[in-house]
């Protein structure tokens, strides 16, 4: 099993930053590709960004691209999400999620393992 423990989610202003972290623990041998995720009230859950462990590859879904950087530390059991320029369709829960195979995929059916969301709420 692999744990996912997300932090760095609150309440901010448009145009603020915010930085949440995922960290990753158990048998982290299994997984590959850590990606980001979210949702909001009433929405379906949506890819936001994802990162090939290894290679440090990154994907980034079209809404968030120039704002949104994503990146793991060198022991590669932490992920960052860097989100610059927040705008208020931002607010949602945000998951991390990991998966096996080196495609990062922005299908939530497709990971393994999420964790419990951590809420992100922008608003004036």
């Known amino acids: 099993q692999v744990q996912l423990v997300e932090s760095g989610g609150g309440s901010v202003q448009p145009g603020d930053s915010l930085t949440l972290s995922c960290a990753a623990s158990g048998r982290l041998f299994s997984i590959d590709v850590m990606g980001w995720f979210r949702q909001a009230p009433g929405k379906g859950r949506e890819f936001v960004s994802g990162?090939?462990?290894?290679?440090?590859?990154?994907e980034y879904a079209d809404s968030v691209k120039g704002r949104f950087t994503i990146s793991r530390d060198g022991a590669k059991n932490i992920v960052l999400l860097q989100m610059n320029s927040l705008k208020i369709e931002a607010t949602a829960v945000y998951y991390c999620?990991?998966?096996?195979?080196?495609?990062?995929?922005?299908?939530?059916?497709?990971?393994?393992?999420w964790g419990q969301g951590t809420k992100v709420t922008v608003s004036s």
């Open positions: 999620a990991a998966k096996g195979g080196y495609t990062i995929s922005s299908i939530p059916a497709q990971y393994d393992f």
């Open positions: 990162i090939e462990r290894t290679s440090g590859t990154p």
